[in-house]
């Protein structure tokens, strides 16, 4: 197969490219950037784009089998604290998502040879903050916050290809366990001062997954031809914030118990904390159903993996 990768310089995109170059197929990662150093493995092909048109690369997309579309600025920010989330920031984060989203639409569009799939992109803030007792399969409705709303948009940047005879897959995707850009080494630095614990109460909902299983989610859903619509990414453990800590702190060897006041986070981050003090409790229904099996189901045995790497 000949894959296209929007963002596959990213930390999910890597992981994704490098599984699939393992097996032969031809992977094409898109960047703004193609002379960087990106720590790709040796045979994946980065070409330039703009990730707001198809100028460049949409010839690219003629007779491919597959445009995976990760593009989109990082939530948060890529330095150690999180991003404020200014009017211009959330207009940023929205155009990143919409314009390589158009990107897309257009590549195909001009492609004589349609791709057969395009996987697009999104998370599970789509669904809006929820309680630990509410399990959000893919049918939930979206919030109505600016996660919801952002996700709404992000997904239906990519549905004219719909009508272009072109299979559609959404990707929610949980908080991906990884060092890389930044989540899980916000989550692990008060551990390693001895000051972890809970974010807020602790008791909101922390969807995750493990990287080896957001770029195997991923290929299951471009190998299998059945698969449209809304998929959740997120491990089947229901796990709060609470817990979770508890699991880093025993894995890392450091103590759980000093919790981090809500009230401080917002003080501090603003409209942007809420990525952590409010969550879902996503469900992996689809996947489940369509016989995919989690590499790593549980957060102990995902973060025991990524400490030993």
């Known amino acids: 197969m000949r894959i296209i990768i929007t963002g596959g310089t990213g930390q999910v995109g890597k992981v994704l490219a490098a599984d699939l170059l393992k097996d032969g197929h031809e992977v094409i990662a898109l960047s703004r950037n193609p002379g960087k150093p990106h720590d790709l493995p040796a045979g994946i092909r980065v070409e330039k784009w703009d990730a707001r048109t198809a100028d460049g690369w949409g010839h690219l997309a003629d007779g491919a ?3 995976v579309n990760l593009a989109g600025e990082n939530l948060a920010g890529y330095s150690f604290f999180p991003a404020r989330w200014t009017e211009s920031r959330k207009q940023l984060l929205r155009d990143s998502r919409l314009n390589a989203g158009k990107a897309i639409v257009a590549a195909v569009q001009q492609a004589a040879s349609k791709p057969r799939v395009v996987v697009q992109a999104s998370a599970v803030g789509y669904y809006g903050p929820h309680d630990n007792s509410v399990a959000l399969a893919e049918d939930a409705p979206a919030g109505d916050d600016f996660l919801g709303e952002i996700c709404i948009e992000w997904e239906d940047s990519t549905k004219a290809v719909e009508a272009l005879g072109v299979r559609r897959v959404i990707t929610r995707g949980g908080v991906v366990l990884s060092f890389e850009e930044g989540a899980l080494a916000r989550l692990a630095l008060p551990f390693k001062l001895f000051a972890g614990g809970p974010m807020g109460s602790g008791k909101q909902p922390f969807p995750w997954i493990h990287p080896a299983d957001q770029a195997a989610a991923t290929r ?13 990414l997120a491990a089947p453990e229901a796990t709060t914030n609470g817990e979770f800590a508890k699991i880093l702190g025993k894995v890392m060897g450091r103590p759980s118990w000093i919790p981090v006041p809500g009230f401080a986070m917002r003080l501090m981050f603003g409209e942007v904390a809420a990525v952590v003090l409010e969550g879902q409790r996503a469900i992996p229904q689809r996947l489940k159903e369509m016989g995919y099996t989690f590499r790593f189901p549980t957060a102990e045995a995902a973060l025991r993996d990524i400490y030993r790497a």
Do not use: Q, V
Request: proline share 0%.
């Open 220 to 232: 299951f859903l471009i190998e299998n031809e059945t698969a449209s619509g809304a998929f959740n």
């Open 65 to 67: 089998d597959a445009i």
